[in-house]
Every structure is written in structure tokens, then in C-alpha cells.
């Protein structure tokens, strides 16, 4: 069991910053790849990025790359999610997650744990 709990959502002004915390917990927190996904109002699920806890394997989504940065603490047990150059239409609930799979995966079908979200809000 792993359980995730998001922190750092808020509202901000386009070209702004948020950073985003996931503390993780749990006897086998550090053997799962961490994920962050977000969801705006009636859309689907979708990546943002995910990082292994060494940090030496990443993945981005196109749409966040060069203004996103993930990172883990594995002795913190937290997953950042740093974000500048902020758009409208990050405006999302922001969830981090937790992969048993080997690589980074994009998918949310392959995550099985997930926190119970934070809200960012950009505005224009």
C-alpha cells in the first residue's frame, strides 16, 4: 500500500509559479515510479510528468515541457512538481500517483495508487 497526499495547489496569474508536493507513505513507497496527472472540468485524465526516485529517469508531456521540472526526495519521500510560465489552460485538479511498472509510464491505466488532488487555478 502507498498513500499519496498533494499539497501547494492555488490560484496564481498567467506567467506565474506553483511548485506542487507529494509526500508518499507506505513500507513500499520507494520501488513505484511517481506520476503527475491533472484533470480539468469535462476532460479526461491526463500526464503531466513522472520521475523514477533515483531522479534519473523523467518523462514530460509535450505540452509542459521547458516550463515543468519533477523531482524526487527520496529521503523527504516527496515528488515535486515545479511550474512556470503558467497558462489558462493549466488550470486543472493536479494528482500525483504512484506506478508499479518498470519505466515511466504515461498512462493512468498504470498507476495504482493515487492522492486525492490539488487545485490550480491560472488566471488570465
Known amino acids: 500500500q502507498v498513500q499519496l497526499v498533494e499539497s501547494g495547489g492555488g490560484l496564481v496569474q498567467a506567467g506565474g509559479s506553483l511548485k506542487l508536493s507529494c509526500a508518499a507513505s507506505g513500507r513500499t513507497f520507494s520501488s513505484y515510479v511517481m506520476g503527475w496527472f491533472r484533470q480539468a472540468p469535462g476532460k479526461e485524465r491526463e500526464f503531466v510528468a513522472a520521475?523514477?526516485?533515483?531522479?534519473?529517469?523523467?518523462n514530460y508531456a509535450d505540452s509542459v515541457k521547458g516550463r515543468f521540472a519533477i523531482s524526487a526526495d527520496i529521503a523527504e519521500k516527496t515528488v515535486y512538481l515545479q511550474m512556470n510560465s503558467l497558462k489558462p489552460e493549466d488550470t486543472a485538479a493536479y494528482y500525483c500517483a504512484a506506478s508499479p511498472s518498470g519505466g515511466i509510464p504515461s498512462r493512468p491505466t498504470r498507476y495504482n495508487y493515487w492522492g486525492q488532488g490539488t487545485q490550480v487555478t491560472v488566471s488570465s
Open positions: 520521475v523514477n526516485w533515483s531522479g534519473r529517469a523523467k
